[in-house]
Antibody, heavy 122, light 111 residues
Framework: QLQLQESGPGLVKPSETLSLTCTVSGGSISSSSYYWGWIRQPPGKGLEWIGSFSYSGSTYYNPSLKSRVTVFVDASKNHFSLKLSSVTAADTALYYC??????????????WGQGTLVTVSS | QSALTQPPSASGSPGQSVTISCTGTNDDVGGYNDVSWYQQHPGTAPKLMIYDVTKRPSGVPGRFSGSKSGSTASLTVSGLLAEDEADYYCSSYAGSNNHLIFGGGTKLTVL
């Protein structure tokens, strides 16, 4: 069964870069059929899609975050990473990594990590 | 791109049916048959309940159904159970530029 686990610092200073990793087990991240995604949820608020990408290099980003987002894939470790630069308090959120239900789809996420809370504060 | 509009709350008694709406524009909900619904219990990750407006992933009870009319999508939960009490979020494909947007969420209370 596919499992995803987010990890990374829980506290980031304003203007610095947030870095998170999603480790995948029970499935190969290098499968060219599936996309992977990042979604975040500010405390007490709704969901916001950050971006979706495939191992083969196709990427789709939320236009409001695109200039600050970078994703990396490390197939040897079966994990992928998110970097969000120039963070502010508005980036404080629970960050989820996820995989869509169907291959070739960039959305309709049915496998999720448990989420990791990142707080932006000095 | 603005978030999709959902009512902040909805409620129903056990056994009843409740419908949650999700209103967008012709650039998202109205333009594509690509609306999904997620259920989220407190402290847990969202769960995909509906995709492609009407389809249910494997394991989702038939009590959950989706529909769409124009730029408004709806999620109907029939035969309400206590365990259905949760937050529900809709999402829609929004074209190649915006790609994916979510609604603000609806808190469903089972009375």
């Amino acid at each position: 069964q596919l499992q995803l686990q987010e990890s990374g610092p829980g506290l980031v200073k304003p203007s610095e870069t947030l870095s998170l990793t999603c480790t995948v087990s029970g499935g190969s991240i290098s499968s060219s059929s599936y996309y992977w995604g990042w979604i975040r949820q500010p405390p007490g608020k709704g969901l916001e899609w950050i971006g979706s990408f495939s191992y083969s290099g196709s990427t789709y980003y939320n236009p409001s975050l695109k200039s600050r987002v970078t994703v990396f894939v490390d197939a040897s470790k079966n994990h992928f990473s998110l970097k969000l630069s120039s963070v502010t308090a508005a980036d404080t959120a629970l960050y989820y990594c996820a995989r869509p239900y169907l291959p070739g789809r960039t959305r309709d996420f049915d496998s999720w990590g448990q989420g990791t809370l990142v707080t932006v504060s000095s | 791109q603005s978030a999709l509009t959902q009512p902040p709350s909805a409620s129903g008694s056990p056994g009843q049916s409740v419908t949650i709406s999700c209103t967008g524009t012709n650039d998202d909900v109205g333009g594509y048959n690509d609306v999904s619904w997620y259920q989220q219990h407190p402290g847990t990750a969202p769960k995909l309940m509906i995709y492609d407006v009407t389809k249910r992933p494997s394991g989702v009870p038939g009590r959950f159904s989706g529909s769409k009319s124009g730029s408004t999508a709806s999620l109907t939960v029939s035969g309400l159970l206590a365990e259905d009490e949760a937050d529900y979020y809709c999402s829609s494909y929004a074209g190649s530029n915006n790609h994916l947007i979510f609604g603000g969420g609806t808190k469903l209370t089972v009375l």
